[in-house]
C-alpha cells in the first residue's frame, strides 16, 4: 500500500465523481484486493465517462494501476457497455499483458450500479446497506481515477467534466470548473428556447436546478428540457397526497417489486409492500420490517418512472421513510439472486422511450 499516493490524493480533495462523492482517499486506505473502474454510466444518454475512455484511456488506466499500488489489490477490472465499442478498443491498447481486464456490460438500467458491479466481476454481493469496500473491493469512476492520476501526477483539482443535453445547440461533454455557474455553461452551449426546465445530473436520480446553481465536484450533467415534457422527469410529490394515491390506485400488481433491481439481486426489499404498509397505516412486525426493506432501496427510481402502471411514487415513499424513520435492529438477510434476473432488467433503449 502507497501511503503517498493516498496523501496526494487527498490533498488534491479528490471524491466520487460518479454521484457518490465519498472521499477517494478514504476508500483506498483501508486496502482492497480488486479494484473495479465504472464506466457504465448507467443514467440514460449520458456520455461523459465513455468521452473520458475515448480520449484519455492511458491516463485511466495508470488510475487504475494507481489504485492498485494505493490499495494492494493485485486484480483491475475496467466496466463498459458492450456498445462501447470504440472505448473498448482504446482501453484494451493500454491493458494487453498486464493485470487489469475490460470487462463489458449489458446494457441495461441501472448497470452501473455498484452492487451490480460486484456481483456481476467477483461473484460477491454486497452486504445489504454495506460497502464493497467490506468484501475487499474499491469501486470508483472512470472519471474519479482520471483526475486521481493527474492528483498523483502533481495537477490540482480544478476542473471536472459534465455532459449537457437536450435544448442546447451544442450538446457534448464540457470540461468546466468547480464552482462555475449552470448559467455560464447554458450560454457556452446555446440554449435554443426562452422557457426551459434545468435537471442536473440523471434524469432518474438527479434534481432540479436553476442557472443560479453551481457545478459541484459531484456534477455529471445539465439537461435542459421542455416544458411540455418536463414534469414527467422525477416528480416531486408530498408524501400525503402519495399515500392517498397508494390507497386508491395500488393494484398490489407487484411490478414495483418484480423490476426492483435490488430485489432481484436478492437483497430484502418489496416496495409493493413497503408501500402498502404506510398507506394503510399498518403497525407491529409489518411497519418494521417496511422501515427495514426501505433502507435498501436505491432510489433508482425504477418502480415510480417506470414499472409502476398507476403511476405511484414507491422511491419517493422509501426516501422519506430513509429520512424520518429510524430502522430497529438490523438489516434481513441477504437471498438468493432471482433466476428471472436477467429477463427483468430493464433495457436502456426501452427506459429511454418511456
Known amino acids: 500500500m502507497s501511503k503517498t499516493l493516498i496523501e496526494k490524493v487527498r490533498q488534491a480533495g479528490i471524491v466520487g465523481l460518479g454521484g457518490g462523492g465519498f472521499p477517494t482517499y478514504a476508500k483506498w486506505q483501508n486496502g482492497a484486493e480488486v479494484v473495479i473502474a465504472n ?23 495508470e488510475g487504475v494501476k494507481s489504485a492498485m499500488d494505493a490499495t494492494g489489490a493485485k486484480r483491475g477490472y475496467i466496466a463498459m457497455k458492450d456498445k462501447y ?14 493485470s487489469i481486464e475490460v470487462v463489458r456490460l449489458p446494457d441495461f438500467y441501472p448497470v452501473g450500479d455498484e452492487y451490480f458491479l460486484v456481483d456481476k466481476i467477483i461473484g460477491k454481493r454486497v452486504p445489504p446497506l454495506g460497502y464493497p469496500t467490506e ?4 469501486v470508483n469512476n472512470v472519471e474519479t481515477l ?44 446555446g440554449v435554443k428556447e426562452s422557457s426551459y426546465r434545468l435537471f442536473m445530473d ?7 436546478c436553476t442557472g443560479d446553481c453551481v457545478v459541484e465536484k459531484t456534477t455529471s450533467a445539465l439537461f435542459v428540457l421542455p416544458l411540455e415534457t418536463a414534469h ?6 408530498p408524501i400525503e397526497v402519495l399515500r392517498r394515491r397508494a390507497v386508491s390506485a395500488c393494484e398490489n400488481c407487484r411490478m414495483c417489486t418484480d423490476l426492483c433491481p435490488r430485489y432481484l439481486l436478492g437483497y430484502p426489499i418489496e416496495p409493493h409492500r413497503i408501500i402498502r404498509a404506510f398507506s394503510y397505516n399498518l403497525s407491529g412486525d409489518v411497519y418494521d420490517s417496511a422501515i427495514r426493506m426501505a433502507y435498501n432501496c436505491s432510489e433508482c427510481g425504477i418502480c415510480e418512472l417506470y414499472a409502476c ?15 424520518a424513520y429510524k430502522m430497529k435492529g ?12 436477467t429477463e427483468r432488467a430493464v433495457p436502456l433503449g426501452r427506459l429511454i422511450e418511456r
Do not use: W
Not at 468484501?135 to 474499491?138: A, D, E, L, Q, S
Not at 459534465?162 to 464540457?174: A, N, T
Open 135 to 138: 468484501i475487499g473491493v474499491v
Open 85 to 98: 465499442k470504440s472505448a473498448i478498443t482504446a482501453i484494451e491498447k493500454h491493458t494487453k499483458r498486464g
Open 146 to 189: 482520471y483526475f486521481a492520476q493527474n492528483a498523483v501526477n502533481g495537477e490540482p483539482f480544478t476542473h471536472k467534466f459534465i455532459s449537457v443535453l437536450g435544448l442546447v445547440k451544442r450538446p457534448g461533454v464540457y470540461k468546466v470548473p468547480i464552482g462555475a455557474l449552470i448559467r455560464d455553461i447554458l450560454i457556452a452551449s
Open 309 to 323: 402502471p398507476m403511476n405511484l411514487s414507491p422511491r419517493q415513499l422509501n426516501r422519506y421513510i430513509k429520512s
Open 39 to 61: 464506466g457504465a454510466e448507467c443514467e440514460p444518454l449520458l456520455v461523459k465517462d465513455r468521452y473520458l475512455m475515448e480520449n484519455y484511456p492511458d491516463v485511466i488506466v
Open 232 to 237: 414527467k422527469v422525477n416528480p416531486s410529490i
Open 330 to 341: 438490523r438489516p434481513a438477510a441477504i437471498e438468493e439472486r432471482r433466476e428471472y434476473m
Open 202 to 208: 440523471g434524469l432518474m436520480m438527479g434534481s432540479d
